[in-house]
């Protein structure tokens, strides 16, 4: 049996501390699947914007930080799963991948190679029923329940929601429906293709909605700041609501300033962190931010004998608990998701 797996809980506990990495590998080698290019490279760059922050604090320790091997899918499964093969012939320690539909398509290839996957989406299908994926973003539920609050808070009842056909999107919506559905009157709820950017259509159906309290925007990047301002550019006055995708550099530059003052859900961070993120990277969105901090600090903490087999890091990081971070305290669960935290935030 190996150190790693006699390692004692509390042992654990110690090691999990924020910006804190212990057992840095210098050998190291992970593998990052990411839009780097297209409409969601936004999301790209704030990854590696935050890996550039973990290597920071690595070297100002005197430690080394992994090595990290960057490929391009543009957040397309057929260009993911191209990634993921690569690497794998690389021998890299685990895969790193950005998205629902992209971490979906790789996870049977990561289960049937016994290579660890990190799947950076909301939608827990990767992990469910697999032994070698993880699910690190907020769950459904958990940014279903922050929207229902704020929701409630508001005193919306009768509401519209547009979404973009994506399964991470459709999970939160099924999740908030399950949870607030039987208070509201959903007035429209409409769906698009990811390649949509003409909504014209459903904005002359909102707009001639009477009593419309509320309308939910739930798009990927590239429609969410075009359909906020086709909306108020038709008149439609009524106030949204959003995801975290919405705050990203892109989207509020494309909705030209319909997207001002409105809430949306997203994993919480540490203000500090935020300050030290937004003071180093000026002009990058931090949407993610803290999240990606922090895996790329845990899969550098791997406690146990060096350096670690990929069944040793898999291990690891589905028996995380209490780690606190940028994005708050949370642990590992059974089913392969995190415990992080979510809650409401307003988009300037």
Same mark, same amino acid.
């Given at each position: 049996?190996?150190?790693?797996?006699?390692?004692?809980?509390?042992?654990?506990?110690?090691?999990?501390?924020?910006?804190?990495?212990?057992?840095?590998?210098?050998?190291?080698?992970?593998?990052?699947?990411?839009?780097?290019?297209?409409?969601?490279?936004?999301?790209?760059?704030?990854?590696?914007?935050?890996?550039?922050?973990?290597?920071?604090?690595?070297?100002?320790?005197?430690?080394?930080?992994?090595?990290?091997?960057?490929?391009?899918?543009?957040?397309?499964?057929?260009?993911?799963?191209? +990634?993921?093969?690569? #690497? &794998?012939? =690389?021998?890299?320690?685990?895969? $790193?991948?950005? @998205?629902?539909? /992209?971490?979906? +398509?790789?996870?049977? #290839? &990561?289960? =049937?190679?016994?290579?660890?996957? $990190?799947?950076? @989406?909301?939608? /827990?299908?990767?992990?469910?029923?697999?032994?070698?994926?993880?699910?690190?973003?907020?769950?459904?539920?958990?940014?279903?329940?922050?929207?229902?609050?704020?929701?409630?808070?508001?005193?919306?009842?009768?509401?519209?929601?547009?979404?973009?056909?994506?399964?991470?999107?459709?999970?939160?919506?099924?999740?908030?429906?399950?949870?607030?559905?039987?208070?509201?009157?959903?007035?429209?709820?409409?769906?698009?293709?990811?390649?949509?950017?003409?909504?014209?259509?459903?904005?002359?159906?909102?707009?001639?909605?009477?009593?419309?309290?509320?309308?939910?925007?739930?798009?990927?990047?590239?429609?969410?700041?075009?359909?906020?301002?086709?909306?108020?550019?038709?008149?439609?006055?009524?106030?949204?609501?959003?995801?975290?995708?919405?705050?990203?550099?892109?989207?509020?530059?494309?909705?030209?300033?319909?997207?001002?003052?409105?809430?949306?859900?997203?994993?919480?961070?540490?203000?500090?962190?935020?300050?030290?993120?937004?003071?180093?990277?000026?002009?990058?969105?931090?949407?993610?931010?803290?999240?990606?901090?922090?895996?790329?600090?845990?899969?550098?903490?791997?406690?146990?004998?060096?350096?670690?087999?990929?069944?040793?890091?898999?291990?690891?990081?589905?028996?995380?608990?209490?780690?606190?971070?940028?994005?708050?305290?949370?642990?590992?669960?059974?089913?392969?998701?995190?415990?992080?935290?979510?809650?409401?935030?307003?988009?300037?």
């Amino acid at each position: 049996m190996s150190k790693f797996i006699t390692l004692s809980s509390a042992f654990l506990l110690v090691v999990f501390q924020f910006a804190a990495p212990l057992a840095l590998a210098e050998s190291a080698r992970i593998g990052v699947i990411a839009p780097l290019t297209g409409d969601a490279a936004g999301w790209g760059e704030t990854f590696k914007s935050a890996y550039k922050l973990h290597q920071d604090d690595a070297a100002a320790r005197g430690l080394s930080s992994i090595q990290v091997l960057w490929e391009d899918d543009q957040a397309t499964p057929t260009n993911t799963i191209a +990634a993921f093969r690569k #690497l &794998a012939a =690389q021998d890299v320690l685990l895969v $790193v991948t950005l @998205s629902a539909a /992209p971490s979906n +398509a790789v996870a049977p #290839l &990561a289960e =049937q190679l016994k290579i660890p996957l $990190v799947a950076v @989406s909301v939608d /827990p299908q990767a992990s469910r029923g697999r032994k070698w994926v993880v699910n690190f973003w907020l769950t459904p539920e958990a940014g279903a329940h922050a929207l229902a609050g704020e929701v409630r808070r508001k005193g919306y009842h009768r509401v519209a929601r547009v979404s973009t056909m994506h399964e991470g999107i459709l999970a939160v919506n099924h999740a908030f429906d399950k949870e607030i559905g039987a208070e509201l009157e959903m007035l429209l709820d409409q769906e698009f293709a990811p390649d949509v950017r003409d909504f014209r259509t459903v904005v002359a159906r909102i707009k001639a909605l009477r009593g419309l309290d509320a309308l939910g925007i739930f798009m990927m990047p590239g429609q969410s700041g075009l359909c906020a301002k086709q909306l108020r550019a038709a008149g439609v006055t009524a106030p949204f609501f959003t995801n975290a995708a919405a705050s990203t550099k892109g989207e509020t530059t494309a909705a030209q300033g319909a997207l001002a003052g409105v809430s949306y859900y997203d994993s919480t961070v540490d203000p500090s962190f935020l300050l030290r993120f937004q003071q180093k990277f000026p002009g990058v969105s931090s949407f993610g931010a803290a999240i990606a901090y922090d895996l790329f600090n845990m899969i550098s903490m791997t406690p146990g004998s060096q350096p670690l087999t990929r069944d040793e890091m898999n291990l690891y990081l589905h028996n995380i608990k209490d780690y606190s971070g940028a994005s708050g305290t949370f642990s590992a669960t059974s089913d392969g998701t995190f415990t992080l935290p979510a809650t409401i935030k307003t988009l300037p």
